[in-house]
């Protein structure tokens, strides 16, 4: 396809080779070193570099209590169940959030409820939980959508009047702040996200927050049943690093392509899910290899953020008409995660023609769900309109100044030629 833009020129060529990626995993040597060492660690070796690192994610997190897991779907589960949830049991979720978590939900015999959102920050405000609150309900899930703080306080203020615990999904959160606090704080619990993208790395891996002596004890009791492997994350840390490489290929524009036409919109997305949850078992614990890993980035965690953050006002001041940034700021600092905009015109040839000229871009289900469809509700317009319009412009720190450019001069040719 040859798209002629507006404005300055660009070379009008189907891009085969050679993209600016989606997404980019920050591997290090010493990721490397870390997994060596932790294969000869012996238990003990591994639950102390564990402790170490939980102790600074309470440190960081306000001294809340905090257990390293398996993953954020199993913090949530394992809260879940410190919580006392059983089969018909309902919750409000937010209605724009990751479907597998809903997934899981119910398969537990769980029943939850969709909470509207907000057309600019993509999150549940306290008026749309109110709203979705029954007498059936027993916990509210809200989520600060990537990266980006929620009205956590407002909605705190509609839970605690009802006196419904409040979970809060931080797993793009780490680092964001409200009023001083740190994100996870103000709930019952909250659960964090150690996957390879999001702004704590760890190969995979989640946190358990909480303020609850009662629901950690719970918790603790079974991750300490857990057999203490590095294998299982050492297998996903080298398949990570062999799908790094492929993205840094020059091969990586053609398997774009194939990965993400139109009728594949959504399908490798859920593979590439399946696939993770495959490698790394649902039960497996915390490796002292990840945990070092952990430590490391969470000591330049502030930088980082810091650093994402202001490649992020770059690109927003960069979008052409058209498309619009998610607002962040409304209600804190947010942490660096994903830069979602919202594009009100064809986003299937956005993406198209964004492609052709060497930038792959993601749309509709390959950014979040939208779950209102998924449970047949049809009181969620907010969730639909950012379900409909939503595309993920990359943001990671392979964004040098040329490629930045390069972004801006792609977007401003493809968004009208897309209109």
């Not at 639950?47 to 440190?59: L, N």
């Not at 749309?128 to 407002?154: E, K, M, N, Q, W």
């Not at 995979?204 to 303020?211: H, I």
Request: charge should be positive; aromatic fraction near 6%.
């Amino acid at each position: 396809m040859t798209v002629v833009p507006p404005g300055p020129t660009l070379e009008p060529v189907q891009v085969v080779f050679g993209m600016i990626p989606r997404r980019r995993i920050e591997i290090e040597r010493a990721d490397f070193a870390d997994m060596l060492r932790g294969l000869g660690d012996d238990v003990a070796q591994a639950a102390a570099a564990v402790r170490e690192f939980e102790d600074a994610a309470s440190a960081a997190l306000d001294g809340c209590g905090v257990r390293a897991t398996a993953s954020g779907r199993d913090a949530l589960d394992l809260i879940l169940d410190g919580l006392g949830l059983v089969a018909g049991d309902e919750l409000v979720v937010p209605a724009y959030t990751l479907g597998e978590l809903v997934i899981r939900m119910q398969v537990r015999g769980l029943r939850p409820v969709a909470a509207d959102v907000d057309v600019d920050t993509f999150a549940v405000t306290p008026q749309s939980v109110a709203r979705a609150i029954t007498p059936r309900t027993r916990v509210v899930v809200a989520l600060h959508v990537f990266g980006a703080p929620c009205d956590i306080t407002g909605i705190a203020t509609v839970t605690a009047a009802r006196g419904l615990p409040l979970i809060e999904d931080c797993a793009h959160a780490f680092g964001a702040r409200i009023n001083g606090r740190a994100a996870g704080s103000f709930g019952t619990a909250a659960l964090f996200s150690l996957e390879v993208a999001k702004p704590v790395a760890a190969f995979g891996g989640g946190l358990l927050t909480s303020t609850s002596a009662d629901l950690l004890a719970k918790v603790a009791a079974r991750l300490d049943q857990r057999q203490r492997t590095p294998w299982p994350a050492t297998r996903k840390a080298l398949m990570k690093s062999i799908e790094e490489l492929a993205v840094r290929s020059p091969a990586y524009g053609l398997a774009a392509r194939l990965m993400f036409r139109k009728k594949k919109v959504g399908s490798f997305e859920q593979f590439y899910r399946s696939l993770h949850d495959r490698v790394r078992p649902a039960n497996a614990a915390f490796s002292g290899f990840q945990a070092r890993m952990a430590l490391r980035r969470l000591a330049r965690l502030s930088q980082r953020n810091h650093d994402l953050d202001a490649l992020w006002r770059q690109v927003s001041a960069s979008l052409p008409s058209g498309l619009t940034a998610q607002q962040r700021c409304r209600f804190g600092q947010p942490a660096a995660y994903n830069f979602v905009a919202r594009y009100a015109g064809d986003l299937p040839a956005l993406r198209r023609n964004a492609q052709s000229l060497g930038l792959d871009l993601a749309i509709h289900g390959e950014v979040l769900d939208d779950v209102a469809a998924m449970l047949g509700q049809r009181d969620c317009p907010g969730a639909a309109q950012v379900f409909a319009q939503a595309v993920a412009i990359p943001l990671h720190r392979g964004i040098d100044p040329t490629r930045l450019q390069r972004i801006g001069e792609i977007l401003a040719a493809v968004a009208v030629a897309a209109a």
